[in-house]
């Protein structure tokens, strides 16, 4: 046993304690950290704009802080970016993490001093939590690797800024540091092939215990490692025996990556986000991530059939309620108000506080009224394949077809599979069956005979990164987004469709 594993368990049972502490009592944490943010950013340019010197309760703060995305609060962004301090939160954030928006181009998110340790001691903590949870620490001691984004950083008006996991990257623990994979110059290799071809020449002979990153680009590792070595991965890394994963739905892609992989090995899913990290999973048994109620973060939640409503309803966390999605709004010592980052969650527990994510508040198909959110259509999926063992699923995105060149208007599914159904019609009768006993508007509207039942266009190998790689979006943090309303990203993938 390795001298971090052993160092390790005694502070895994510390955090422990001092989690069980906070999530005992979250709403309480949560009080104390809204007063805390409240009182510290009074005198900044956007508190004075809210009156937060008059705010002394959580109605008031209701009243005085309206709900915004990230064009909405752009105008105090843009302060920042001319130069100007004490705009959001107090003095000038200490980095900019960059994004791209759907609709707003680039996006700066302010990281401040204060907000760091949200980002770092969260991920360290989510290990930890398993550390204390199950006393296995053996995969510290061996070579650990995050894919993620360069950890080359730019300048706007004097902010550091660049990916988030590129920042993340420039705070990992001394003590990782000398077993961290890759090398620091591989790492700032922008081209996302290059830099995975890299990856795998540097670590395909190494003792890899613990592999981060989000699935796709785990699976594109995994593959170049398998092409280049011949040998499942199992056999490349012997000690491989945990995988850390957010950003996405990891249910699509666990059948694929464990294939390649060849074992069965533990794994941690996170939640991290550009404007903050959200929840980890605490528990290999229980349902859900814990939702972090004392890093920096006042969380406040709006039914998702009331979110476009002129004035929706707005829960702290004694409010909420189980099964219900809610999209997600935080307020924190970063300097975001108000602020919808776009997702929606629903609670599976309460005591503590987990929870999963459901989607995102734009990404649904309602076409005709159907309302087909991200979680249906991956539940109908997960199900499908479930029935169809020989199914190799390799990533899929769904879209409307409203004026088809003949019959009914439908959902037309783009589906890259490693391995097809052997039934393809029988197929897409199940997957159409559980989508309909998952959305009933979307069952009353195929028995209506408004829309027909969904099609599958099957497409080539790599279509999705191909895909990613022409928008200039392959690797990293970046993702196709599960649903889209229209059919933009639609008509770019029918040109990886089968002939």
Known sequence: MGIRSILAKPFAAYIAKETKKWSANPGLFQENIRKEIVSKTSKTIFGKDHGFADIKSYDDFKKQVPIRDYEQLSPYINQILEGKSDVLWPGKPEYFAKTSGTTSGTKYIPITRESI????NSARNALLSYVH????????????????????????????????????NHHVPGYLRTNQMPSYETNCIEDWEQKVDQIVDETYDQNM?????????????????VA??????????????????????????????????????????TYPASEGFIAYQDSQ???????????????????????????????????????????????????????SIGDT???????????LVTGRIKHFISAFGEHVIGEEVEKAMKRTCEAFPEVELVEFTVAPNVTPKEGLPHHEWFIEFGHEPGDMPQFIETLDNHLRELNTYYDDLISGNILRKLVVTSLEKNAFISHMKSIGKLGGQNKVPRLSNDRKIAEQLATFAKK
């Open 345 to 355: 969650v629903k609670f599976v527990s309460k005591n503590p506080y987990r929870l």
């Open 209 to 225: 215990t613990l592999i981060s990153g989000i699935p796709p680009w785990v699976q594109m590792y995994f593959d170049r490692l």
């Open 228 to 269: 280049k070595t011949g040998k499942p991965i199992k056999d490349l890394f012997p000690n491989f025996e945990m995988f850390v994963y957010g950003g996405v739905n990891f249910e699509p892609y666990r059948a694929k990556l464990f294939e390649t992989i060849g074992k069965k090995i533990d794994s941690i899913e």
């Open 117 to 120: 340790p949200n980002h770092i």
């Open 133 to 168: 949870q199950t006393r296995n620490a053996r995969f510290l001691d061996g070579k650990l690797i995050f894919l993620s984004g360069s950890p080359v950083l730019d300048q706007k008006a004097g902010i550091k800024t660049g990916r988030l996991s590129g920042m993340v």
């Open 285 to 339: 048994v229980d349902e859900g991530l814990l939702l972090l109620a004392n890093t920096g973060i006042f969380f406040e939640f709006i039914p998702t059939d009331e979110f476009f409503n002129d004035n929706p309803t707005r829960l702290s966390i004694d409010e909420v309620e189980l099964g219900v999605n809610y999209a997600l709004i935080i307020n924190s010592n970063a300097g975001l108000w108000g602020y």
